[in-house]
């Protein structure tokens, strides 16, 4: 572009002043400045510092095959899929599998059970059942208040108790009456007890505890088993006020069966949804956005591919990065992919929610970014300068 020689001095100055600056690095263009040759992040990002957070830059780390043999070896034995955010959560909360939750041993009755109880030999103890009438009908529910009444034993507390436990107490009550008195206690009716299974669920709602232990798995699949928008890793179990993360997707890649916690009455189970499993791939992208991932397993080749790869037009492929923010300590991952191999680099290198994909602009292209912004200023003034204004006696304006 040649600047017309009626331009004033004062604007010719200017324009070129205004293009030196651009040459010096763009950066009066806001996000157009080059990302390339940096060993830190230029940006103090909160780092967990001890019990406190406090800005810091944080470095950047080339992607070698050495970093992702450390990043394999660092994630073995794993929590979680080895990429997953889960993993922190379950190291630094109570799991479901250990002390902080015991497991239930054997089913306690409680009020709204039904139980039916056989004395052998002696019918006129045993209601008879009839013809029409079900087991629950025939059945000796358990009061509100915990307890039941038998002929001759009288009224008993049975709420806490097993149907071993009173089977020995009735025996005990009877014994005074029945020699050798012979006893079942069965089952009838679970209705004392339930768990809450809410969330990603096919048929969310109340699932009866019964006298087979119900697991967290167990209690997902009464209810029809995962939705399609379910994340296995992040299922919230509620008990007695606190909440606890359970990562299913753990116990079938790795057995990790700890996570499979047994249930008791009340506990509330919450599929969430695979909504916060997402990674954003910006920058000199064919299609940039948002990405859902599936049961948090991506990488970054995957998530290129997925985005429609990089422009080839604009982008500069030895300067694509990976900002991961979702942990105490950020980290910036560096790629080189001027040569194809790369891209088996980037297969391996696997991303975990909220990671940040970025790829740089060629140089060239920041140039012409900046061009364009500056170019109608300078038609302007350059149309300007050679226009001939009849007020001023068709010279040019006194500025």
């Known amino acids: 572009m040649r ?15 205004l293009i030196a600056s651009t040459l010096a690095g763009c950066s009066i263009v806001p996000g157009n400045q080059s990302y390339s040759n940096r060993e830190e992040s230029d940006v103090r990002l909160p780092v967990q510092q001890g019990d406190v957070l406090a800005p810091a830059n944080v470095k950047i780390k ?19 899929d080895g990429t997953s955010a889960a993993k922190v959560a379950t190291q630094n909360s109570p799991r ?8 239930v041993p054997e089913y306690k009755l409680g009020p709204g059970d039904i139980i039916s109880i056989i004395v052998w030999d002696h019918p006129e103890l ?7 009438r079900t087991a629950e009908q025939a059945g000796t529910v358990i009061a509100d208040d915990g307890t039941i009444f038998f002929p001759y034993a009288g009224v008993l507390k049975v709420q806490g108790k097993t149907t071993s436990e009173v089977r020995t107490l009735l025996s005990a009550k009877l014994a005074k009456y029945i020699e050798k008195v012979q006893l079942d206690v069965r089952m009838v009716a679970f209705r004392s007890q339930q768990v809450y299974v809410v969330g990603e669920v096919a048929k969310p709602g109340i699932q009866q505890v019964t006298d087979i232990p119900m697991t967290i798995l167990e209690a997902v699949n009464r209810a029809g088993g995962f939705t399609p928008e379910a994340d296995y890793s992040r299922v919230l179990l509620t008990r007695r006020g606190t909440t606890y993360l359970v990562d299913i997707q753990a116990m079938y890649d790795y057995g990790a069966t700890e996570q499979n916690a047994l249930l008791e009455q009340g506990d509330i189970v919450n599929v969430s949804d ?9 920058g000199e992208i064919a299609k940039p956005g948002s990405l859902v991932m599936n049961k948090k397993r991506s990488t970054l080749a995957e998530a290129l591919s997925d985005a429609g790869y990089i422009n080839q037009n604009t982008s500069d492929p030895r300067w694509i990065y990976v900002m991961r923010g979702n942990t105490d300590t950020p980290e910036v991952f560096h790629l ?14 696997p991303l975990r929610p909220r990671d940040i994909v970025y790829v740089d602009a060629a140089a060239v292209v920041r140039w ?11 038609t302007m003034l350059n149309l300007t300068s050679q226009t001939q204004f009849p007020l001023f006696g068709a010279r040019q304006p006194p500025f």
Do not use: C, H
């Open 336 to 349: 080189d992919s001027r040569l194809p191999d790369a891209m088996l680099l980037a297969d391996r290198f």
């Open 3 to 17: 600047l017309s020689s009626a331009v004033p001095d004062r604007i010719r100055r200017f324009l070129l002043a």
């Open 368 to 378: 012409q970014r900046v061009i364009a912004n500056i170019l109608p200023t300078a």
């Open 96 to 103: 479901p599998g250990g002390t902080d939750i015991k497991p």
């Open 274 to 282: 695979r909504s916060y499993n997402k990674i954003f791939v910006l």
């Open 126 to 132: 045993t209601i008879p059942a009839g013809s029409f």
């Open 62 to 80: 080339p992607i070698t095959a050495e970093l992702i043999i450390d990043m394999f070896k660092a994630a073995r034995p794993p929590v979680g």
